[in-house]
């Protein structure tokens, strides 16, 4: 299952680097792609992973996250 998430503060690359980082160390989700341009990323999960847990993490790296989208 893929889900795009819709994130605001990114400003540059080493954000997307954050957010990569962050959104990783979910267990269950084994592909991210985040796009600096869009303001989303793209991920991949293997298990159910709570809309919860990814808005977690986001908030905890600095952004905000808008919108989870199951694709």
């Known amino acids: 299952m893929k889900k795009r ?7 540059c690359m080493h954000c997307v680097k ?4 962050a959104l990783n160390e979910i267990e269950g989700i084994t ?3 985040v796009n600096l341009k869009q303001n989303d ?12 847990a990814i808005q977690n993490a ?14």
């Open 5 to 11: 998430i819709q994130i605001e503060g990114m400003s």
């Open 18 to 21: 954050h957010v990569t980082n």
């Open 31 to 33: 592909n991210v792609v």
């Open 41 to 52: 990323a793209l991920v991949e999960v293997t298990q159910a992973v709570s809309n919860d």
């Open 58 to 71: 986001i908030t905890e790296a600095g952004y905000k996250t808008v919108k989870i989208e199951s694709l």
